[in-house]
């Protein structure tokens, strides 16, 4: 199934919703995508898993979890041609890989955990345990959730991710994650910046990240490979052929925030 674990590169701010069962994940998501404007990935897992147990009354299998991943990653593909701006993420695969070394001593499928290091995500918002747990079908650590959380914690920074401990009820969650959102939109970092003559350019520059085409009205930015933390961007707003500018804009090289 290596052919589905492909992520399509895009210009979108990437951030995911992480963190243990029952501590708002959804709700955050639907709160930050309407902030936005913008499109949410949602959770394959669950309506997956509430499947299984609904016609069969069994959990989550190890073999169930590539087929999780795939699924998860076909949704987050199909909403970046939706999203405007920021593409809010309901889970990931990192939260695939805390819930497979979990729940199966240690054990993690070696595609998954590669995907781990090659899928791109500008940042995490790792949501606190200080809410009440609230028990369905697929919920089942009730007293596990500090060893969760710390384990959720720690694979973060194993992976050298950045990210924020959100705390509080939905409303001091909800403007913090906004903060952050909004300061990480304003800090892509500048490299390299266009410059009026370059408009009359058929080739722009040379890139081993980005092809360019370029007209005297519009300029199209098309990514032919992606790099693990790394993408390319140009202020403006979304076409189906990538950005487009009207006006002299600022090209910028999108990179993990310190």
């Not at 930015?221 to 979304?238: A, D, H, N, Q």
């Amino acid at each position: 199934m290596e052919k589905d674990f492909k992520q399509v590169p895009s210009n979108l701010l990437r951030v995911v919703i992480y963190g243990p069962e029952s501590t708002g994940k959804t709700t955050l998501a639907r709160q930050l995508s309407d902030h936005y404007q913008t499109t949410f990935v949602k959770e394959f897992a669950r309506d997956y898993l509430q499947k299984k147990w609904d016609q069969k009354k069994e959990v989550c299998s190890r073999a169930d979890l590539p087929i999780i991943v795939a699924g998860q990653i076909q949704l987050e593909n199909e909403a970046t041609t939706m999203a405007k701006q920021v593409l809010i993420c309901d889970t990931n695969v990192v939260v695939t890989k805390v819930w497979s070394e979990t729940h199966f001593e240690g054990y993690c499928d070696s595609q998954i955990a590669s995907c781990c290091s090659k899928f791109h995500y500008d940042y995490y918002l790792l949501t606190g345990i200080d809410v009440p747990w609230q028990k369905d079908d697929l919920r089942d650590r009730p007293n596990d959730r500090q060893i969760m959380f710390d384990y959720f914690k720690n694979t973060l920074d194993q992976l050298g991710e950045n990210y924020s401990v959100l705390k509080g009820n939905q409303e001091k969650r909800l403007r913090k994650a906004i903060a952050i959102i909004d300061k990480l939109l304003k800090k892509l970092t500048n490299f390299f910046y266009l410059q009026s003559t370059f408009w009359h350019n058929t080739n722009l520059l040379n890139s081993r990240s980005s092809n360019f085409k370029v007209s005297t009205t519009q300029l199209f930015v098309t990514c032919l490979s992606y790099e693990p933390k790394c993408t390319f961007s140009i202020t403006g707003y979304m076409t189906t052929n990538g950005f487009q500018i009207g006006t002299i804009g600022q090209w910028t090289k999108r990179k993990r925030q310190s």
